[in-house]
């Protein structure tokens, strides 16, 4: 009988002891409990400011697209002036980019001033403006600060479209004077660096086109 009642306070014991532990582990807080990010459809490709930094970013293309676009001129001319224009959307009118089309044109002054060529900002507009808040500014969209003349020889333009995975650009260096085609080149950029640029871009009305018609200062014979 005593034996009896010693497994049977055992078995109390036991089971107690489990139920508490039970209870112990459900009360656990489930830390570092990561979802995978949902997008609604395939085309969303959602990015943030605090994503880690991308490997390769715009600015490496647009270095490679440089390279190859000098690499197809057989004769450099060391006293070509070139001049930057906007890449347009394919599917467009050919007047027409968007705020990756403008930081690849950004990063195409940069790069071709490196190979030592000289660039001309035509959005430069030869004074600085002063804002209401102090700050100051040098280039303009302004049809009418423009420069409508320039020592420029050479024009590098081009266009862009989208791809199944990113964008594909199309560009071209065109002699001023003759518009003689002097080299082209290609490269595709994945959607992800696209993106990581199209983030700033603000939905505005289609701006009103101005033409301008370069005029070289001095024409080359």
């Given at each position: 009988m005593?034996?009896?009642?010693?497994i049977?306070?055992?078995?109390?014991?036991?089971?107690?002891?489990?139920?508490?532990?039970?209870?112990i582990?459900?009360h656990?807080p489930?830390?570092y409990?990561?979802e995978p990010?949902?997008?609604?459809?395939e085309?969303d490709?959602?990015?943030?400011?605090?994503?880690?930094?991308?490997?390769?970013?715009?600015?490496?293309?647009?270095?490679?697209?440089?390279q190859?676009?000098?690499?197809?001129?057989d004769f450099?001319?060391?006293?070509?002036v070139f001049?930057?224009?906007?890449?347009?959307?394919?599917d467009?009118?050919?007047?027409k980019?968007?705020?990756f089309?403008?930081?690849v044109?950004?990063?195409?002054?940069?790069?071709?001033?490196?190979?030592?060529f000289?660039?001309?900002?035509?959005?430069?507009?030869?004074?600085?403006r002063?804002?209401?808040?102090g700050?100051?500014?040098?280039?303009?969209?302004?049809?009418n600060?423009?420069?409508s003349q320039?020592?420029?020889?050479?024009?590098?333009?081009?266009?862009?479209?989208?791809?199944?995975?990113?964008?594909?650009?199309?560009?071209?260096?065109?002699?001023?004077?003759?518009?003689?085609?002097?080299?082209s080149?290609?490269?595709?950029?994945?959607?992800?660096?696209v993106d990581?640029?199209?983030?700033?871009?603000?939905v505005?009305?289609?701006?009103?086109?101005?033409?301008?018609?370069?005029?070289?200062?001095?024409?080359?014979?």
């Amino acid at each position: 009988m005593k034996k009896l009642i010693l497994i049977m306070l055992g078995l109390l014991t036991a089971c107690s002891s489990q139920e508490q532990q039970l209870v112990i582990q459900d009360h656990k807080p489930e830390k570092y409990k990561f979802e995978p990010v949902k997008h609604n459809n395939e085309d969303d490709h959602s990015v943030s400011y605090y994503d880690k930094p991308l490997i390769k970013n715009v600015n490496h293309y647009v270095k490679w697209l440089t390279q190859d676009l000098f690499a197809n001129i057989d004769f450099p001319d060391n006293d070509a002036v070139f001049v930057i224009s906007d890449l347009a959307l394919l599917d467009s009118d050919l007047n027409k980019t968007n705020h990756f089309g403008r930081q690849v044109t950004e990063a195409l002054t940069h790069e071709v001033n490196r190979t030592g060529f000289s660039v001309i900002d035509i959005k430069a507009r030869g004074f600085i403006r002063m804002s209401e808040s102090g700050d100051l500014f040098f280039q303009t969209e302004d049809y009418n600060e423009i420069l409508s003349q320039t020592s420029a020889t050479n024009i590098i333009s081009g266009t862009m479209t989208r791809h199944r995975g990113g964008y594909l650009i199309n560009a071209r260096v065109v002699d001023l004077a003759t518009t003689a085609l002097i080299s082209s080149a290609q490269i595709f950029v994945p959607f992800d660096v696209v993106d990581a640029v199209m983030l700033e871009d603000q939905v505005s009305p289609p701006p009103k086109i101005n033409e301008i018609s370069l005029k070289p200062s001095s024409v080359r014979e």
